[in-house]
């Protein structure tokens, strides 16, 4: 493929040409540059939170774009870049003073060829961006003016580009026009009538625009020349050609520079092109899209939710394995006196640990692409830190386990009451059989009231020691699970909601920083 071919396939994607340091003017940066320049930080960011965790090949990549696309946001995207193209003696830099209003380019025998590359720009702030294209700072030019008014605020943004002649017998004319072709938004070509159908336009440029239609235009200059009733003829014969060139759609215009004919609707057109978004926002936006989507492919849809986070099933084994249900119920049976003693906690033993581990982390871990498996890997605590965690925890657990003595002198009060009872109903009934049933009977009062007192006394009692005895049993037991809760929080839950909080915040960014 040719250089003029690359340039021409080139159109639509970003040029490889910057040129110049320099700071641009705050006119350079309006909405769009604001826009993707938020979009670019997004990316920036969204590469830096996911650090490792993210394909060193993509995140080369993204980097890549994001530098790029800053120098090229550096220079502002809001200007519409409108370039015109023509042969020798088309009349391309009469209608580029046509347009502009200004007798600025060189045209007739002041220079028979355009050797340079001429700009006019409407507004303030381009020099960056002329810079960049190349445009010799005695070649450029502001329209506006405080006497202008309103008469070109639809143009403002734009830079229009009068090219070196494309059929210049010095190569460097046409290697400016290579090179500034893919940065236009749009190709005005110029064309005249005696040399439209010139094969040096058609084989060497138009026919490599196909699917370009949209950014070009064809104004056929110079119709002072030709009688009226012919004009129509020529137009329709132009876009025949651009029709076996292969481009559909492309519109013609007969104007004169001489004349002012078609100038009006041709500013119309530029009007209408400002108003759009800029190729270079396009390209930008279209590069962040792309780095994006990359992001993107290295992030899941959503993250592990509370359900999978949570670690009450870990709990559970541990517990189990330390044998703190069976500790607690001991607890609960020293303090009903049903026990003696209590055990302690068993360790707990390596191969239990790394099953309840490893059973969590996949439940968490197979919601995100591997290397973020690999971080949640990294970042929870191994196995042998978790067993060592769970016996310190398990240390620290106080196990009460003592009868109350409050209870054991209730019980002996009401054996007491009993053995009172016994004895003075014992002394009521000799007394109604020493006195044949002829006796006050003060002893039977005092027996039914003591063994009821006794009865009274014993049945509370082994209430509340049963009460006590299954208090102190849950409390342990929750004292237990809250130390071993806090373990495999602290050792698995929170690092791991950590690095998915990093992986929510990649993903949102990548969603911001991708174009709606």
Known sequence: MTGTETAMTGLGRKGDHVRGDDQPGDDLHGEQTRALAERVACLDEAREVGGDRLDPAVAQRVEVVVDRVRERLALGVDHTIVALLGGTGSGKSSLFNAVCGLDFADVGVKRPTTSQVTACVWGSGGEALLDWLGVAADRRIERESLLDGDTEAPLRGLVLLDLPDHDSIEPAHREVVDRLLPMADLLVWVVDPQKYADDALHSGYLRHLVGHEG?????????????????????????????????????????????????????????????????????????????????????????????????????????????????????????????????????????????????????????????WQDALRDAVATTERLRGDVDEALASVTVVARRPLLATWALALSALLGVVALLTGSIAVGVDLVSLGSGDGWAWPVAITTAVLGALLAVGTVATRRLLARRRSERVLEDGRAALEGVAAAGLRDPAAQVLGEHRQVRELVRRATAA
């Open 215 to 371: 950014a070009m235009a064809v104004v056929l200059n110079q119709v002072d020349t030709v009688p009226p009733e012919m004009r129509h003829e020529l137009v329709a014969d132009v876009s025949r050609l651009l029709v076996e060139d292969g481009l559909t759609g492309v519109p013609v215009r007969a104007a004169s520079a001489r004349t002012g004919e078609g100038v009006p609707e041709l500013r119309d057109r530029l009007a209408a092109v400002v108003s759009r978004r800029s190729v270079a926002a396009e390209r930008a936006g279209a590069e962040v899209n792309d780095a994006a989507v990359l992001l993107a492919g290295q992030v899941a849809d959503r993250e592990p939710g509370p359900a999978q986070l949570d670690v009450t099933e870990v709990v559970d084994v541990l517990a189990e394995a330390a044998g703190l249900p069976a500790i607690a119920d001991a607890v609960g049976a020293v303090v009903r006196g049903g026990a003696s003693r209590v055990p302690t906690f068993g360790a707990v033993q390596a191969d239990t640990v790394e099953l309840a581990r490893s059973a969590w982390w996949e439940r968490v871990a197979r919601m995100v692409p591997g290397r």
